[in-house]
């Protein structure tokens, strides 16, 4: 009986399930007129009906569209008027990566206004510039709305105030300029937003004076965030009423006169930033602020006796920065004793007498920062301190003390940054080139972001339990929610010149190496959610900014989808593109398996004359064809003897021709032979290359179902065995600084003058060879590209290189340019003064040059991490300039990074300043490093004194 009733309401459930879906015919017409109007739409979407057919998110009730929520889709297009028509609508939400520029742009149309129903209206991060239509004051049922970080101009609409349901108001990061409305009579204001917890206006051009109508008590915000804009004027006394405030952050801005005495009403304010303006008179008495965590006052025109003794009534304070703020007198020791203190900074003051800390010190102590004061003396009550006090440019330091360790600026990295470790329980896994590997050792693709936190609790990036903890939230709260979410990884937090806290985040699929499209939907949506709570708790007031993801696991590259797709593309009206896009697929399609049919015959050449496959046969400058049984008996019959190395690719073989001359042959391994179309592209690319610092291709064997490429013999072995000590070759600076101009010579080489200019994508030290003279040579184009005229500098391709040497801007638009091969040669740069692999023990060389380099030191401080066997006995000249040259081919934008003529030149001239000539033609000898070890002698190479060093000018 009870198992019939629910049988038969599954049945109805089913009934409905299938009934229901029909999506509202104005909806749907809506929705796809708006769709219409953008790129790289999720692939569900070319079905019919988005309610019936389950768009990714779109929401339906009762077949009206009553949510839109696409974070980190990479949409491209505008939003149209149209969407006013889904009259149901309650959330909109979408959110692109910050980076690009592109994206959803134009205006928000005024006829968003319609949509009275919506409570969510958050477009974070996309594109959006033009006013804020004031239409949106009649959304009456708006919870949220987050318009932060667009481009949107002109003033903060009034009719704002008239969302009386508003919680959360985030207008950050915008061009808004004008003043704060406030509401008087006829018009609405601000100031009616009594619900509201959240008003964010950072990063703005707002102006004017903050209105003292703004504040009362009737108000209930928690968050007030109008850093950075240009406001004016004095703080009103009424924000002391608004007694429920956490965050006020009003740094940055021109704010003058003096501060309302009745701030110290504000008792449950965590942080407060006011620091960066021109505030003047004395500081109001404090005391009664007892959750104050972090007092940011710095540069600004207090007239300020001496240290406030009230201080020590802040028992809270965590950082306390009072820099530049005409503080005078003594140092009151009191001070120190607050029992959470880390950072204290009043450098730039008047600050005199003897510095005492006292014995009850707070333990948490890392930093007193009193540079450039007055300070005489120094009495450290004979402890030892285990932070860092600075008292550099005081007397102190300026007479007789100069040796102490407080008159010298500490070493600011001492310690790596905090980054989130493997797990214990596993070794770290080297993954193929775009994947990485995840805390728990295993190759994914991470739904990555930044978080970006408006507050900083704590000054110490290097102390890792706040990050702990964040994490272990984080990852409760996925797994509490049931996301696919494996594990979580934080890394380089950092400060933006905003005083911005930025992180890292890395969500890794669980189960799967990447996600599908609704996990990554979910996991964006929830970290975009303005309610998530627990980051906020820890951090303060935080906005994340997803990168697009584009690895859906959901999304096999080639269309599955291609009859569907044209029927409903015809239905739609667009089938003009999608025709074109699904007959391009199909074409490249049929390619592929022509070329694997093409390698499984015996003999391709035919296939290579015919018009079915790739095209007439290879355009050869230079290069001939090899039997299989020549190359059989050249290598005595691919003995192990002959082996002398191998990749992914396959393996290396030596061989001598009849006539005696050596050459090397790569074998492609079964498994990784190339189409015969981009086999005879790479031929005919290498045939053409001509250049000394270039390894030239002398043939290729295309038979049996082999590919084999026979280059010219390089005697020495790779750079990178020899930067590793395994080739015994000795490196010293001049050597280093030869091989450099050389292999920048060989890519100059390929960007500009091979014909077509060549783009060789896998710069790396393993890639660039060294032959008897030492000359470098730049080898393997397997991943090489041309660069056709058309294409304007750049190639749109799927992401490839060598982790570690790729280009960050590449990985991040897909655009290959030849600055991308500049990028790879910078870590090159990086890795000859190092003999560090661009990525060893989980650092990133660049990072840690980046780090540790100090321009003000010799070698700029970076001692430990170059190659002692560089040998610094005399300083090797050139060495910084040649850091500068690396740093700047490192660049982030590949528009700052030098071009490869650039570098060229600028190696030349490092080594004309060293006192070298580089177009010096190394020595004469012919000895290889094979013959000397083969003769038990020394390698000519490893020892100064051997004939052959002399080649080398020695520095003088
Ligand atoms: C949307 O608003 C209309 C009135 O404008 C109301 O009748 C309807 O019930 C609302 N829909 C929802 C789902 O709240
Ligand atoms: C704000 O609301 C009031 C009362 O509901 C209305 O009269 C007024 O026109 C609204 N103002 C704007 C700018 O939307
Ligand atoms: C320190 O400065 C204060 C105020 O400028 C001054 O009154 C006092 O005499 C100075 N003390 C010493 C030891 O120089
Ligand atoms: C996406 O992934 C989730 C969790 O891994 C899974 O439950 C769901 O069925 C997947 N959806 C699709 C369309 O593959």
Known sequence: MGSAIWSLLLVVFIQIYIVAPTTDFGDSTALKSLVAEWENVPPSWVGGDPCGDGWVGISCTDSRVTSIILPSMNLVGRLSGDISTLSELQQTSMFRDLSYNQGLTGSLPASIGNLKNLTNLILVGCGFNGPIPDSIGSLSQLRFLSLNSNGFTGRIPPSIGNLSNLVWLDLADNHLEGPIPVSNGSTPGLDMLIHTKHFHFGKNKLSGQIPFQLFSSDMTLIHLLFESNELTGSLPSTLGLVQTLEVVRFDNNSLNGHLPLNLNNLSRVQYLFLSNNKLTGPLPDLTGMNSLNTLYLGNNSFDLADVPSWFRALRALTTLRMEHTQLRGQVPASIFELPNLQTVVLKGNQLNGTLEIGPSFSNQLKTIDLQYNSITGFDDGRRSYKFDIILVDNPVCTATETRSTYCKLPQSNSGPLYSTPPSKNCLPVSCSSDQISSPTCKCAHPYTGTLLFGGISFSDFRTSTPYEILKRQLMQFFQSHQLPVDSVSLSDPRMDLFEYHLLDLAVFPYGQSSFNRTGIFMIAFVLSNPTFR??????????????????????????????????????????????????????????????????????????????????????????????????????????????????????????????GELIAIKRAQQGSVQGGLEFKTEIELLSRVHHKN???????????????????????????????????????????????????????????????????????????????????????????????????????????????????????????????????????????????????????????????????????????????????????????????????????????????????????????????????????????????????????????????????????
């Open 534 to 659: 627990a980051p906020r708790e820890l951090f303060g007031p935080y906005t994340f900014i997803g990168d697009n993801y584009e690895h859906f696991s959901d999304e096999p590259a080639n269309s599955k989808k291609s009859s569907i797709a044209i029927k409903i593309g015809a239905a739609a009206g667009a089938s003009l593109l999608l025709l074109l896009l699904v007959l391009a697929g199909t074409y490249a399609y049929r390619q592929k398996k022509r070329a694997e049919r093409a390698t499984k015959e015996s003999n391709p050449f035919a296939h290579w004359d015919s018009k079915k496959s790739s095209g007439s046969i290879p355009q050869l400058k230079g290069a001939r064809c090899f039997s299989f049984e020549e190359l059989k008996k050249y290598t005595n019959n691919f003995s192990e003897a002959n082996d002398i190395g191998s990749g992914s690719y396959g393996k290396v073989y030596k061989g001598t021709l009849p006539t």
């Open 694 to 956: 270039v390894v030239s291709l002398l043939g290729f064997c295309f038979e049996r179902g082999e590919q084999m490429l026979i280059y010219e013999y390089v005697p020495n072995g790779s750079l990178s065995d020899s930067l590793s000590g395994k080739s015994g070759i000795r490196m010293d600076w001049t050597r280093r600084l030869k091989i450099a101009l050389g292999a920048a010579r060989g890519l100059a080489y390929l960007h500009k003058l091979a014909n077509p200019p060549i783009i060789h994508r896998d710069i790396k030290s393993s890639n660039i060879l060294l032959d008897e003279r030492l000359n470098a040579k730049v080898a393997d184009f397997g991943l090489s590209k041309p660069m056709g005229d058309s294409e304007r500098g750049h190639v749109t391709t799927q992401v490839k290189g060598t982790m570690g040497y790729l280009d960050p801007e590449y990985f991040m638009t897909q655009q290959l340019t030849e600055k991308s091969d500049v990028y790879s040669f910078g870590v090159l740069m990086l890795e000859i003064v190092t003999a560090r692999k661009p990525i060893e023990r989980g650092k990133y060389i660049v990072r840690e040059v980046r780090l540790a380099m100090d321009k003000t030191k010799s070698l700029y401080n970076l001692q430990e991490i170059l190659d002692a066997s560089i040998g610094f006995a005399a300083t090797p000249k050139g060495l910084e300039m040649f850091v500068d040259l690396a740093m700047s081919c490192v660049e982030e934008s590949g528009a700052d990074r030098p071009t490869m003529s650039e570098v060229v030149k600028e190696i030349e001239n490092i080594m004309q300043l060293a006192g070298m000539n580089p177009n010096v033609e190394s020595a004469s000898s012919s000895a290889t490093y094979e013959e000397a070890t083969k003769g038990g002698s020394l390698h000519p190479y490893s020892d100064d004194s051997s004939a052959y060093s002399g080649a080398f000018p020695a520095p003088r």
